[in-house]
């Protein structure tokens, strides 16, 4: 097919609408491209449960396996799931998912061996331009000796692997609601929590890409109202919520209401830094709430901020040799886990935190929620450069105020901030606030909100 690339690879994975923008041929090359670039002499490939996911990592697989390179295929399994196995092979790998997209997208996340990032500027633009060349030209000309391909289980291996680095061994039962909103969390949660004293309450654990119950983006809050309900009506301890490719794990309360992953990201901080003898590095996005580097100044580590996006995270990780960090996007990275995301591990010690003492969820998580924000709230604009720079002009001027531009727009004054991003894949502005109390943040969150939709 002749693919329009600019719109399916971005800024750090391959993602679109299955057969109209890519499909298995695109697959293909997109296989041998990756051992190209990654100069791989093996790699390990894994999928999530779309319909399109088998199909395209095989693809995937024959491109690669063209090309010379051994491919090991883990079949069905969790992103972070993936990158153990990149992790514990030493090899580069390609997970076939489009994590909470909808049912038609599909898309392709890359790592090099160890699970480290492959993104615009780590690989991903040099694997587009292979790929557009040899749409044009042809595919590459195979390998003398082509690659082998075998069949490896990594799912109890993971699940071992993490249950290593949170002890779980003395805490009290809890009772848990867990929704999987038909996705991946639905394969790897029953083994990873078996055994452990929990009382699991499953929600839509049956694997199904076309996800009739809801959206797999637990972040968007209409696809949490059934988990929020179960959680009430069972008078459970908490929920966890999954995104499709279950790499993420969003959280509600004992009253079924969302705790903020900022807070969780606090609260894991305070963990990891305990773990590692009360020092160390601890990285968060722009977009975390100011609570996040006082927890972490709090508890002797040293926060680092960053741009928001997981390849950027990933590598501010490698670069400092962070032991922890997190995102507004309830995505979290560990140091002992490759500086990947897990959101398995993050929902390991929230249960390990609140089993380890006598309170509610709500209690334990309330130090680390100290201030009001907004959420995320997308604006449609027509020219996203024109209203960022009207909102910049609008504050710049301003006493007590200080702007930086790490990652889109930020403003901070002594009780209040905001950032104001745009999205690379769609014509909207992000913006997110924070303040001390809730008039401020609501007054300020309007403010800016009127200026981005003049």
Known sequence: MTADLSQIVKAYDVR?????????????????????????????????MRPSSPGLAAAFARGATRLGADVTLIGLCSTDQLYFASGALGLPGAMFTASHNPAQYNGIKMCRAGAAPVGQDTGLSEIRALVERWTEEGAPEPAAA??????????????????????LGAIRPLKVVVDAGNGMGGHTVPTVFDGLPLDVVPMYFELDGTFPNHEANPLDPKNIVDLQARVRAEGADLGLAFDGDADRCFVVDENGDPVSPSAITALVAARELARH??????????????????????????????????????????????????????????????????GMLAALHVLAALGGQDGPLSALVSSYDRYVSSGEINS??????????????????????????LDGLTVTAADWWFNLRASNTEPLLRLNVEARDEPTMSTLRDEVLTLIRA
């Not at 890519?22 to 999530?48: K, M, N, P, T, Y």
């Open 16 to 48: 679109g609408v299955v057969p109209e923008q890519w499909d298995e041929s695109l697959a293909e090359l997109f296989g041998a491209a990756f051992v190209r670039v990654a100069d791989a002499e093996a790699i390990v490939i894994g999928h999530d």
């Open 146 to 167: 082509q690659g082998t391909v075998i069949e490896r289980e990594t799912l109890k291996d993971y699940a071992a692997h993490l249950l290593g680095l949170v002890d």
């Open 277 to 342: 003898g009360g020092s160390g590095t601890i990285i968060h996005n722009l977009i975390t709430s100011w609570s996040v580097p006082e927890v972490v100044r709090e508890n002797g580590g040293t926060p680092v901020r960053t741009r928001v996006g997981h390849s950027f995270i990933k590598e501010e990780m490698a670069r400092t040799g962070a032991i922890f960090g997190g995102e507004h996007s309830a995505h979290y990275y560990f140091k002992d886990f490759w500086n990947a995301d897990t």
């Open 380 to 405: 449609t604009v027509a020219d996203q450069s024109a209203r960022l720079a009207a909102v910049k002009a609008a504050y710049a001027d301003r006493d007590g105020v200080t702007l930086d531009e």
